[in-house]
């Protein structure tokens, strides 16, 4: 079968709109011998003139009209691939937030399995409060964030709660009688606000003694008895330390946080939706990528978009 090259295509066309084979070349960037050239190896391969010598200038012959009709929508199903696929070799390169707060490490690792599994994606992650990645997603900066929040995310394609609890070297650490040694992270962290609004709800005096900058410093303060941490139960069960719900009257239950999975405004796509998959599914305790079918249906602890709609959480 013959196969016509586009660029005869495409040269036939200038030709045929400026009426002028140096207009064309000139168009094209090349020369009017090279034009000349093109013309003759596409009627060749066609079988026929496409422009009528006898006429005066430039005229198509009849054969010629129908070859640049439907060369006209060749070319422009070729521009439109073209356009698909180099818009979608920008979406390969992933912006994603992700929060310092509950869920950086897990995700990170999800995050690490994803790209072995599929390596042509090629990914960018920060790291930030869940505040300031919220708003950056929506300014366009990322295509994909994972956020924490005390309020049931609206618009999350994954969500879940997790359970926050208190982690300490021992009991004998805030059964004392003066105030509740704290280790917490900066003032931005989720944890610090949640744990110190519960103490100062209950009446429970406190003092903050350790102030750290990752959830791995907090385990090591907390370890040392410098104080007791509020994190979430799930990650404080993987350390040394003791957990404890609540222990009233020195420590009182902390209020669960919402996280999720958000994605920026048109970059919906099944490769995002498995990336969400395998995030929420991280989260759940649940081996991430452990088929690279999606996890729509593996996840119990997540909710999808369509289970916040209809005020269920996913499970039958």
């Given at each position: 079968?013959?196969?016509?090259?586009t660029e005869?295509?495409?040269?036939l066309?200038a030709?045929a709109?400026l009426?002028?084979?140096?207009?064309?070349?000139?168009?094209?960037?090349?020369?009017?011998?090279?034009?000349?050239?093109?013309i003759?190896?596409?009627q060749?391969?066609?079988?026929?003139?496409?422009?009528d010598r006898?006429?005066p200038?430039v005229?198509l012959?009849?054969k010629?009209?129908?070859?640049v009709n439907y060369?006209?929508r060749?070319?422009?199903?070729?521009d439109?691939?073209?356009?698909?696929?180099?818009?979608?070799?920008?979406?390969e390169r992933?912006?994603?937030?992700?929060?310092?707060?509950?869920?950086?490490?897990?995700?990170?690792?999800a995050l690490?399995?994803?790209?072995?599994?599929?390596?042509?994606f090629?990914m960018q992650?920060?790291?930030d409060t869940?505040?300031?990645?919220?708003?950056?997603l929506?300014?366009?900066?990322?295509?994909l964030?994972v956020?924490?929040?005390v309020?049931?995310p609206?618009?999350a394609?994954?969500?879940?709660?997790?359970?926050?609890?208190?982690?300490?070297?021992?009991?004998a650490?805030f059964e004392?009688?003066?105030?509740?040694?704290?280790a917490v992270?900066?003032?931005t962290s989720?944890?610090?606000?949640l744990?110190?609004?519960?103490?100062?709800q209950?009446?429970?005096r406190?003092?903050?003694?350790?102030i750290g900058?990752?959830?791995a410093?907090?385990v090591e303060?907390?370890?040392?008895?410098?104080?007791?941490?509020?994190w979430?139960k799930?990650?404080?069960?993987?350390?040394t330390?003791?957990v404890?719900?609540?222990?009233?009257?020195?420590?009182?239950?902390?209020?669960?946080?919402?996280?999720?999975?958000?994605?920026?405004?048109g970059?919906?796509s099944?490769?995002?939706?498995e990336?969400?998959?395998?995030?929420?599914?991280?989260v759940?305790?649940?081996?991430?990528?452990?088929s690279?079918?999606r996890?729509?249906n593996?996840?119990p602890?997540?909710y999808r978009?369509?289970?916040?709609?209809?005020?269920?959480n996913?499970?039958?």
């Amino acid at each position: 079968m013959t196969n016509i090259p586009t660029e005869l295509l495409r040269t036939l066309i200038a030709v045929a709109d400026l009426r002028s084979f140096t207009r064309a070349a000139q168009s094209l960037g090349v020369t009017q011998p090279a034009v000349s050239a093109q013309i003759k190896r596409l009627q060749v391969l066609l079988g026929g003139e496409l422009f009528d010598r006898s006429a005066p200038g430039v005229t198509l012959t009849a054969k010629g009209e129908v070859v640049v009709n439907y060369g006209r929508r060749l070319l422009s199903i070729n521009d439109q691939l073209l356009e698909v696929t180099t818009r979608s070799k920008a979406v390969e390169r992933l912006r994603i937030g992700v929060p310092v707060d509950y869920f950086e490490g897990v995700v990170l690792r999800a995050l690490a399995e994803y790209r072995d599994s599929y390596p042509d994606f090629q990914m960018q992650v920060s790291a930030d409060t869940s505040e300031s990645l919220l708003r950056d997603l929506r300014r366009g900066e990322f295509d994909l964030v994972v956020a924490s929040d005390v309020a049931r995310p609206a618009n999350a394609c994954r969500s879940w709660m997790e359970q926050n609890a208190w982690g300490a070297a021992s009991s004998a650490v805030f059964e004392t009688d003066g105030p509740v040694p704290l280790a917490v992270l900066g003032e931005t962290s989720l944890s610090r606000r949640l744990s110190v609004a519960a103490l100062e709800q209950a009446g429970q005096r406190y003092e903050i003694t350790y102030i750290g900058g990752s959830f791995a410093g907090l385990v090591e303060a907390a370890a040392a008895g410098l104080g007791v941490a509020c994190w979430a139960k799930r990650a404080l069960r993987a350390t040394t330390l003791k957990v404890f719900d609540s222990a009233p009257p020195r420590l009182p239950r902390v209020a669960d946080v919402h996280g999720g999975v958000y994605l920026r405004d048109g970059m919906e796509s099944s490769a995002l939706e498995e990336l969400a998959d395998m995030i929420a599914a991280a989260v759940a305790g649940q081996k991430p990528g452990a088929s690279k079918a999606r996890a729509k249906n593996v996840v119990p602890p997540a909710y999808r978009a369509a289970d916040l709609a209809a005020g269920t959480n996913g499970r039958s």
